[in-house]
């Protein structure tokens, strides 16, 4: 099987690598060049490209950058600084994941002749009634199908996850065995195309006007405080929306008022989410209204359960079984399947809440 593999400059696509090679199968690896700017974590950094490329010379493969910074600036950058201009909080790894790596660099593959696209992330691929199946990566604790929870079957059916079976700590173990220069590379934790020296507020701050903004207590509606900055604050958000010592948390970002207001104890709860229609994808095919199932709104969040309630012209919503703090407009959310909780069944981005009666 030909395959090209999108090798970051991490451990786990490193490994993802030398297992394909291992397998007897025709590998190559190709870096993406997704960010002019500066950067130092990620697969942004000229230190990544440069570890993606002598960890291909060790495993004997050819290795290939493509430039697809312009698609990038376009599809992930701008977005993401739009939405905060909006108040929103946007994940753009998942933007990413949509819009570049499988989307156009899969698409690539495919012109290209390969069969499958590898890459490194901690999720599993399955198909064992003849659909695919986007399922948790057996590290729970490095799972990363929340972040792929968009793929649907096409996607699904031209791509693999090479360490998705294994534990961290295995990739690793592999990795210092064949002496890869990534064996103990740390994690990447940061969102790739922002510096560690500027942090977000300086990276927006280049590209957009910041404002002051005042905190309001909820319940009361007096004044309370302030934050620096309107368009940095999260829903559901503690630190610096309150007092030291309060436990409040933002409810909601208000760019145009430069309003902060925030909520404490069950006040700051919510029993539904709203889903943008457009953004719905499911992995296969669409739940039925009133089905049971699993949401997950971050990366490492706890999964809860909930009911899904679809409507007219792709209205979805999310119904929680429990009261949840407060979700973030802007962020994914991630539907498992009831019976089989290890399964996404699809996702979409979160417009808005209703608190919990």
């Known amino acids: 099987m030909r395959v090209l593999v999108a090798m970051s400059g991490g451990v786990d696509s490193s490994v993802a690598a030398a297992l394909l090679v291992a397998g007897g199968h025709e ?18 950094s000229v230190a990544d490209v440069d570890d993606a490329r002598r960890v291909a010379q060790q495993l004997g493969i050819a290795h290939h950058v493509f430039n697809l910074s312009e698609e990038f600036g376009r599809d992930v950058v701008a977005p993401y600084v739009a939405a905060h201009r909006a108040g929103m909080t946007p994940n753009p790894c998942i933007e990413c994941n949509r819009t570049i790596k499988f989307d156009r660099l899969l698409a690539r593959s495919r012109r290209l002749g390969f069969d499958r696209l590898a890459t490194g992330h901690h999720a599993q691929v399955a198909a064992p009634g003849g659909r695919w199946q ?14 792929l929870s968009m793929l649907g079957q096409d996607a699904l059916g031209g791509v693999c996850f090479p360490v998705g079976h294994l534990q961290k700590s295995a990739v690793r173990t592999e990795a210092a065995r064949l002496g890869l220069r990534t064996a103990a590379k740390p994690d990447s934790q940061d969102v790739c195309f922002i510096h560690g020296r500027e942090g977000r507020a300086g990276f927006l701050a280049e590209r957009l006007v910041l404002h002051p903004g005042t905190v309001v207590d909820e319940e009361s509606g007096h004044p309370i405080g ?11 958000q503690r630190r610096g929306v309150a007092a030291a010592g309060e436990r409040r948390y933002a409810v909601r970002v208000d760019v145009g008022s430069r309003t902060v207001t925030v909520a ?10 709203v889903l943008a229609p457009a953004s719905v994808t499911w992995v296969d095919g669409a739940l039925a209204d ?54 996404v069944a699809g996702a979409g981005v979160i417009t808005g809440s209703r608190p919990a009666r």
Do not use: M, N
């Open 27 to 44: 590998v190559t690896g190709a870096t993406l060049k997704l960010w002019g700017g500066p950067s130092d974590s990620g697969c942004c």
């Open 134 to 147: 986007l399922r948790r990566g057996a590290d729970r604790s490095k799972d990363q199908s929340y972040v």
């Open 226 to 236: 302030s934050v620096d900055a309107v368009e940095l604050v999260t829903v559901g």
């Open 264 to 273: 404490s104890g069950a006040r700051a709860r919510v029993d539904e989410a």
């Open 290 to 343: 009133g089905s049971p199932c699993w949401a997950q709104v971050s990366a490492h969040g706890r999964p809860a359960r909930c009911t899904v309630q679809v409507g007219p012209r792709r209205a979805v919503r999310c119904r929680f079984d429990e009261p949840q703090r407060p979700v973030a407009p802007g962020q994914t959310l991630a539907f498992y399947h009831a019976a089989d909780p290890d399964a």
